[in-house]
């Protein structure tokens, strides 16, 4: 099992920006979909973003489309999600995960069975 470190949270302004770095253990990224989820107080927990390890496609929710990049490092085995132009809505815990099983449908939380344990990221008006 991949063990999954997220960091770079934080307090930011709105139209700011902040780098999420998600570091994998254990077993490495290969041939794995990386995800980035996010959940909001009382809301459900949301996709935002995913990477294909192999291949580096990416896949993107449409609420962060052009705002948020996906990308990944090889060599440190990590992915990162950088987020900019920032907005009171984007504030959440921010979660990386791997997905473990596919439904066929577009990166449900079901899908992934490996995650982090969240970093904050909260955005001021």
């Known amino acids: 099992q991949v063990q999954l470190v997220e960091s770079g949270g934080g307090l930011v302004q709105a139209g700011g920006s902040l780098r999420l770095s998600c570091a994998a253990s254990?077993?490495?990224?290969?041939?794995?979909?990386i995800g980035w989820f996010r959940q909001a107080p009382g809301k459900e927990r949301e996709f935002a973003a995913a990477?294909?390890?192999?291949?580096?496609?990416?896949a993107y929710a449409d609420s962060v489309k052009g705002r948020f990049t996906i990308s990944r490092d090889n060599a440190k085995n990590t992915v990162y999600l950088q987020m900019n132009s920032l907005k009171p809505e984007d504030t959440a815990v921010y979660y990386c995960?791997?997905?473990?099983?596919?439904?066929?449908?577009?990166?449900?939380?079901?899908?992934?069975?490996?995650w982090g344990q969240g970093t904050q990221v909260t955005v001021s008006s």
């Open positions: 254990g077993r490495t990224f290969s041939s794995r979909v």
């Open positions: 995960a791997a997905r473990t099983s596919f439904s066929g449908r577009n990166y449900p939380t079901s899908d992934f069975g490996s």
């Open positions: 990477i294909n390890w192999s291949s580096g496609s990416t």
